[in-house]
């Protein structure tokens, strides 16, 4: 019987085995190539000629002498100055992430333990506020912004993203919360815990895993965005996201590609070590919930 039922499953595994596969390289394969690519010379990867000069590299060898080169990642970090858009970025996510974290946290935890109506009434707004474009909320900070000398700067971003990152977050989070039992709050009230110490030390620690999964999104929302940071920051201030556009450049101004591709290989691989790092809680964040005992 079992021996029978294993044979009738071999099929199945083989199938379904062979369509993780063709998933995982169809998924990776844009990663590999433009990593590949931006270790050739702009003749290569771009040829119209034969697409297989992106694989041989014979321009690549012709100017350089060798099969790779890494002219892409010095002129887009060293002759661009691509470091001071990393850095920039860095100080917008983490500001953006810790900001929305916070208040997050603490709305969602009110809400969720609030027992009144208007707690409904604010997600809803939220909702919608969230559902905005976000070129709209733009222009709508654009004017404030100019009469008061704060565009161009750092922080006019950060409280954009903040604002269109923030309902997200209250929604998010007081799912979770909803899901963690009033008890635990009484008990350590009980114990002599204030409400913000419940919160603090029991609270937390039990939807931890919440918590990071929510900074994920909010991370990648201020890591990848591109209307706020293009608009509202000057060209000594932009981040990683307009700082690859403009290596593209325009009709009007001649770009360099491969720049761009080094650029974006180099703001990619980040995002890989983060999952990595965070894949458990990422995980245990986004199935908390789904089963109650």
């Known amino acids: 019987m079992t021996g029978a039922a294993y044979r009738r499953s071999t099929p199945l595994v083989i199938l379904s085995t062979g369509f993780v596969v063709l998933w995982l390289i169809l998924a990776a394969f844009p990663f590999v190539w433009t990593f590949w690519g931006s270790l050739k010379v702009q003749g290569d990867f771009f040829s119209r000629a034969d697409w297989m000069n992106a694989l041989t590299g014979p321009m690549t060898n012709a100017q350089t002498g060798g099969p790779f080169t890494g ?12 470091w001071r858009n990393v850095m ?24 969720a333990r609030s027992g009144f109506r208007y707690a409904f009434w604010l997600l809803m707004i939220a909702l919608v506020f ?47 919360f909803l899901n963690i039992p009033k008890d635990l709050d009484e008990s350590a009230m009980v114990d002599g815990c204030t409400r913000f110490q419940a919160f603090r030390h029991v609270i937390i620690p039990v939807m931890w895993p919440g918590v990071i999964t929510t900074g994920l999104f909010s991370f990648l929302l201020a890591y990848n965005d591109f209307a706020v940071t293009a608009m509202l920051l000057s060209q000594e201030n932009q ?5 690859i556009a403009s290596f593209l450049g325009s009709v009007q101004v001649e770009g360099n590609v491969m720049f761009a591709v080094a650029a974006v290989v180099s703001a990619t691989a980040p995002l890989f070590v983060l999952i990595m790092v965070f894949q458990r809680q990422i995980v245990s964040g986004l199935t908390a919930g789904a089963v109650k005992g």
Request: aromatic content about 14%.
């Open 71 to 82: 002219q892409g990642y010095v002129g887009a970090w060293i002759e661009s100055g691509f």
């Open 88 to 111: 920039n970025t860095g100080i917008v996510v983490l500001c953006t992430v810790a900001i929305s974290l916070t208040l997050g946290t603490l709305g969602g935890y009110a809400l």
């Open 130 to 176: 969230r559902a905005m474009p976000h070129i709209t909320l733009v222009s709508g900070y654009m004017l404030p912004f100019f009469e008061w000398n704060l565009w161009g700067h750092l922080p006019t971003a950060i409280i954009v993203l903040v604002a269109i990152n923030q309902p997200f977050t209250l929604w998010m989070l007081h799912s979770f």
């Open 239 to 243: 981040t990683m996201v307009p700082k």
